[in-house]
């Protein structure tokens, strides 16, 4: 009965609840450790426990029909070839108690199935056998009543965690991931969404360019999936522990939801890439504990330029990736007969390499008015920093003065990639320019941090910090990047995205290339 109360949320399944259950049970009942062999994966597909000594296999079953299931159950380790079987001298049967039972009959003697004899009255142990014992074996009755607490209390507090943090998940990949241009016209994945759902790989990362949709994908992918967890991959670096990453004990989430796929959504690797070494344990400890589960799956997304910080635990642990590359013609010709503003600067050369980035492609269709601004992709980003990151012309509050936005916007930035960080505090911003941010979609909140929206807008700042130290400089790069380095370990993945985006335009490569060459 306890059982079917706790599995009210629709979370856990009943005879996995019974089968946790019954290998603590077990262990009391006959005095040794009992292990899931589902879980060690050996090759026992009929039984569900075996003892610490390997002499005692253990069915375990809520099935309704017991005198079918023991006599099948028996039939397959008689025509098993498993080689273990040969130390096994018993076989037992944990079962819920149920009308059924009255029709069991004993396998002894003449009617024996293979090498091993089922006793009703030994080997079949029924939940109304438990409590009898308990009635008369004072210290089972102890042992027993210490297990049904122990395990009542953590299924209720797994069960009520895991609904707040599956909640929460779904809302933050909802609210912080975009996958719809300009709100309404969705790009056809579903060639791979197909290969994602249909693989038997259960660790996938994808990988692409900034701004290529991959945080897209994934939200498309677990749409229509029940268990989701999900965190930015800076929640790693952040967190003292596993657990404290979604307030949960994940061995007792892997354990209850045995017959129910979970799935872990870890988004933008990219961002602790550059972080020590050591501050990826939580990732890969993540894995090896999932690796035994099969269960759960892992999905990650991450920039195609920083997959080689991961190379390790993609190895490790076989991890499948997905290549996301750029649109297409035929894609950026499919949204341009829905919206004629593509259709129009389409022709224009200096399109070319910003039309084919989804994320670009985005911000023209749904927040760029005056497209004949864009010289270049730098003078894009630009645009972008000045108009839609700080506001620009639309600062529609007087009051507040654009260096006083800018200034807010670096904060945010600089500090959470200094501390590796979900996002900086709220309070320690000014409330009015965090609402500001906030209406116009700049930023999101998590709680009571916030961050940039997009990966791409820190990009951008970090690029325009970078722009002016380098433009201060005046040919002494030695001040120059003496100066970058006080932004801390986070600077160099920074560096090289703008090294890369300053080589993007000619002009650009000869300004760039004689600062270099010519000056001492």
Not at 53 to 68: A, E, H
Not at 368 to 397: P, Q, V
Not at 406 to 412: D, G, L, S
Not at 459 to 465: G, H, S
Request: aromatic content about 12%; glycine content about 2%.
């Amino acid at each position: 009965n306890n059982i079917k109360i706790l599995n009210k949320l629709g979370l856990f399944d009943n005879a996995t609840l019974f089968e946790l259950f019954a290998i603590e049970c077990a262990s009391l009942w006959f005095g040794q450790r009992f292990s899931n062999l589902n879980s060690t994966k050996a090759n026992y597909p009929y039984v569900d426990l075996i003892s610490e000594d390997k002499t005692i296999l253990v069915q375990v079953s809520t099935n309704q029909n017991i005198p079918q299931k023991i006599k099948s159950t028996l039939e397959k380790i008689r025509d098993s070839s498993v080689v273990h079987l040969d130390k096994i001298k018993e076989v037992y049967f944990f079962v819920l108690d149920n009308s059924s039972i009255s029709n069991v009959k004993d396998y002894s003697n003449n009617n024996q199935i293979g090498n091993i004899s089922f006793l009703k009255d030994k080997h079949l142990i029924t939940t109304k056998n438990v409590i009898e014992k308990a009635k008369v074996d004072l210290d089972f009755q102890k042992n027993l009543y210490e297990l049904c607490v122990y395990e009542r209390n953590t299924i209720s507090v797994c069960v009520t965690s895991l609904k707040q943090a599956i909640n929460i998940s779904k809302a933050l990949i909802e609210d912080s991931i975009d996958d719809l241009i300009a709100g309404e016209y969705e790009i056809n994945r579903s060639e791979i969404l197909s290969e994602m759902n249909e693989s038997t790989d259960r660790f996938i990362s994808v990988q692409g360019v900034a701004g290529s949709g991959k945080s897209a994908l994934c939200k498309k992918f677990l749409k229509d999936k029940d268990l989701v967890l999900f965190a930015r991959a800076e929640r790693f670096i952040e967190a003292n522990s596993l657990d404290s990453i979604w307030n949960l004990n994940l061995q007792d989430v892997f354990r209850y939801t045995a017959n129910k796929r979970i799935y872990i959504y870890i988004d933008a690797l990219e961002f602790i890439a550059d972080a020590p070494k050591t501050k990826q344990d939580l990732l890969f400890q993540l894995y090896n504990n999932a690796v035994n589960y099969e269960h759960v799956y892992i999905i990650t997304s991450c920039r195609s330029s920083d997959k080689n910080a991961f190379l390790k635990i993609e190895s490790r642990f076989s991890i499948k990736n997905i290549g996301l590359t750029v649109l297409e013609n035929s894609e950026i010709n499919a949204i341009a007969s829905k919206y004629p503003v593509i259709m129009g600067v389409k022709a224009n050369p200096v399109y070319g390499q910003i039309l084919n980035n989804l994320f670009y492609l985005n911000l023209i269709v749904s927040k760029i008015d005056n497209k004949t601004e864009i010289e270049n992709i730098n003078s894009f980003r630009s645009y972008i920093w000045t108009e839609i990151i700080c506001l620009g012309r639309n600062n529609a509050y007087p009051q507040i003065k654009p260096t006083e936005i800018r200034q807010t916007i670096e904060y945010i930035v600089l500090e959470r990639a200094k501390r590796f960080s979900s996002g900086v505090l709220a309070d320690e911003l000014d409330t009015r320019i965090v609402s500001v941010l906030e209406s116009n979609g700049i930023i999101v909140r998590n709680s009571n941090k916030i961050r940039l929206k997009y990966d791409i807008f820190e990009d951008i700042c970090f690029e325009r910090l970078i722009d002016n130290r380098f433009d201060l400089c005046k040919g002494q790069y030695d001040d120059f990047f003496t100066i970058i380095e006080a932004f801390g370990r986070c600077v160099y993945r920074r560096y090289q995205i703008w090294v890369e985006n300053k080589l993007f335009s000619r002009s650009d490569q000869e300004k760039f290339l004689y600062n270099i060459l010519y000056t001492d």
